[in-house]
């Protein structure tokens, strides 16, 4: 199902992925153009659109939360697609079985084919798998976007989507809400680590690459539907505060955040889901308000200019921060051109005044009609109507949840070394490491947001049911004996070890958590002084200490890098930290990550803008091959407030 390439006026700067400030010239971006009309299948959709009740095209268009609604009602009010948000899980059981995952979604799936309606019509359930398959207990876990971004491997991509696509099918679910397209601009973001890079061409390419993995041919056994998310703009907000204001041209807004949905759709993406940003023109000064209620990007542009003809669905209540709306009310949002509504928990109320706003004529009928017409293509698409979504020979198959391997060269790939002095690594076998910092032994650092838990936090190692922290992957290589571990490095004779390994982390967060607000300094060891104590217990002994930091955005840590021999930038690398193992230890892999995000040299630099002062430029990244001198870096005073705010 694949559509012919079209040239676009619409063009990008392709800058190098792993060259340092390499640029090459602007050139256009091939896109998909809109496919020819099945003509067959949309007479038979107009037919069965034609036999509906309003009643039964609102239920369509309604998205509830499973929590929040049970089968039964998913056949009375006619509901054509459900959700599991983060933390949802059958009887509410964190370690909820594959077959209880399976089950549920059958219930959910079989009630929707036992309506009265003249043409009963499958159900689409959608999931947050944004690294993997994340809500589910014993899912291999891939890092997260920032350090896919460092890989710069869209055919790693790809996989990972092929992947990811299989532990989806074998819950029974059939719609995964990723990839996030966007191209983070502020470090003060705390979505950043769902952002593959700062560069559009490479966000571009990635968005094709994972669609391409999640979605296959659309109708075998291991696709599930992606979801282009957040249109548009979701990573340029001023100050970086999540669900804020991005401030940019239009020009800017399409070409800058604008890129991965030309990648998206060039791999003929079925479902785009909207930002719970605004957009603010520079250019004019016209305040165009939230994308949930912006029909000029919604209907005009993505669904008229770049041809898209799947469903556009709302965010988590996001029809709520259009001025006038609430959760449970919003024709705005309806005439701008969503199609499929997230109200999770208020969808009964959202059903009764959406039917009253088509019967006194605030929302046009035919507009009910195309979003209902657009959701049937996409169902048609993925032969729902032929074969269920559990016919597959995946559901319930343990084995499809196994990504280790896959997810161990992910990792490899995606750490960055940012320093390596004093002969400090790679470790050698048969010498006498000690292991510091609390994160070295936490699967919830070592994972971050959306893991098990919406926000990734009340997780314990045993929650996940399969991985390894970092800790039991140097014992693995180096033998148990020669490991010993402290959370503190306190009270330890570190001259008694040839090497001492400390794993700096944050704890996990996911949006709006996650943000660090102007004018606070964004410095690792501020917002961690744990981290900062127990490096300086270890270091300037005489014994090369090698610091991991597991991070959700480029952090500055010079205070730390400056107390570290060698230092390895992480990010949030997934269950399998046996891949960190493979480059630390032995050296027969070697580093070949390269930042896909400049790296700052102060606490008040937040990103790539005039001013900002870069430590390592987007495209920096050592190798044993290539061991480039880094010596003391800068310390400039971190002042108790940040002075300018970002633009």
């Known amino acids: ?46 037919e069965i659109v034609a036999g509906m009740t309003l009643e039964q095209k609102v239920g369509q268009i309604t998205q509830p939360d499973v929590r929040y609604i049970t089968p039964d009602e998913v056949r009375r009010y006619y509901i054509g697609t459900v959700l599991n948000g983060g933390g949802a899980w059958p009887d509410n059981d964190k370690r909820s079985t594959l077959a209880d995952w399976a089950a549920w979604a ?127 703009g979701d990573g340029g907000t001023f100050n970086g505060v999540d669900q804020g204001q991005t401030r940019a041209t239009r020009e800017e807004l399409l070409e800058t955040h604008g890129a991965g949905y030309l990648g998206a759709l060039a791999a003929d993406v079925q479902t785009v889901m909207v930002s719970y940003s605004s957009w603010y023109d520079a250019a004019s000064g016209v305040d165009h308000g939230k994308m949930h209620g912006n029909r000029e990007l919604i209907t005009g542009h993505l669904k008229g200019e770049l041809g898209f003809d799947g469903l556009v669905v709302s965010d988590w209540n996001g029809i709520e921060q259009v001025p006038g709306c609430a959760k449970d009310h919003c024709a705005q949002a309806v005439n701008a051109g969503i199609d499929v509504f997230m109200v999770p928990e208020d969808w009964r109320a959202f059903i009764a005044n959406t039917l009253a706003d088509v019967r006194e004529g605030r ?36 084995e499809a949840l196994d990504a280790a391997e896959l997810a161990r060269e992910a990792v490899r790939k995606s750490v960055v070394l940012l320093k390596n002095e004093n002969d400090a690594l790679p470790l050698t076998r048969g010498r006498r490491v000690l292991v510091v910092g609390a994160s070295a032994d936490s699967l919830s650092n070592q994972t971050g947001g959306w893991s098990l838990t919406w926000q990734g936090t009340e997780n314990t190692n ?36 040839d090497a001492v390994v400390a794993v700096l982390g944050e704890t996990p967060y996911a949006e709006f958590n996650g943000d660090v607000r102007f004018p606070t300094p964004v410095q690792h060891s501020l ?31 010079n205070d730390l890098i400056n107390l570290s021999d060698a230092f390895v930038a992480a990010f949030l690398p997934g269950t399998e930290a046996r891949g960190l193992a493979d480059v630390l230890v032995g050296g027969e892999h070697d580093f070949s990550g390269r930042l896909s995000f400049a790296w700052p040299g102060s606490a008040c630099s937040t990103g790539e803008r005039p001013g900002d002062r870069v430590q390592f430029p987007r495209g920096y990244g050592l190798s044993y091959a290539r061991p480039v001198p880094v010596g003391a870096l800068p310390l400039p005073v971190t002042p108790s407030t940040c002075e300018t705010s970002g633009s």
């Not at 090459?24 to 299948?41: F, I, K, L, Q």
């Not at 657009?374 to 995946?394: A, E, N, Q, W, Y």
């Open 1 to 46: 199902m694949m559509r012919p390439a079209l040239k676009l006026s619409l063009s990008l700067l392709l800058l190098a992925g792993c060259a340092p400030g390499a640029i090459t010239a602007p050139a256009p971006v091939a896109v998909a153009a809109p496919a020819a009309a099945d003509a067959a299948m949309e007479r038979r959709i107009a």
């Open 106 to 232: 059958d219930s959910y799936a079989d009630a929707a084919m036992a309506t009265d309606m003249p043409v009963r019509i499958p159900l689409l359930w959608g999931t947050d798998a944004v690294h993997g398959h994340n809500n589910v207990s014993g899912a291999t876990l891939f890092p997260h976007n920032i350090g896919l971004g460092a890989a710069n491997d869209p055919d790693l991509i790809e996989r990972i989507g092929r992947a990811t696509a299989r532990q989806v099918r074998a819950t029974g679910v059939n719609w995964a809400f990723a990839p996030t397209l966007a191209v983070g601009q502020d470090r003060r973001w705390g979505r950043t680590y769902e952002s593959w890079s700062s560069d559009p061409a490479l966000v571009r390419r990635y968005g094709e690459a994972m669609v391409r993995g999640l979605q296959g041919e659309l109708t075998g056994d291991s696709d599930v539907l992606a979801s282009a998310k957040h249109y548009l």
């Open 363 to 398: 929302i046009p009928e035919a507009r009910i009609d195309d979003a209902v017409t657009r959701i049937l293509r996409v169902k048609m698409r993925m032969g729902l109507f032929d074969r269920p979504t559990s016919d597959s020979p995946l559901t319930g198959r343990v």
């Open 462 to 497: 045993a929650d996940f049911a399969t991985g390894q922290t970092l800790l039991a992957a140097l014992r693995e290589a180096l033998g148990e004996a020669n490991v010993a571990f402290s959370a503190d490095g306190t009270g330890v004779d570190v001259s008694q070890y």
């Open 527 to 557: 917002q961690n002084p744990a981290d900062l104590a127990a490096l300086q217990a270890v270091s300037g002994k005489g014994t090369p200490v090698v610091t991991v930091l597991y991070s959700g955005r480029p952090a500055y840590a």
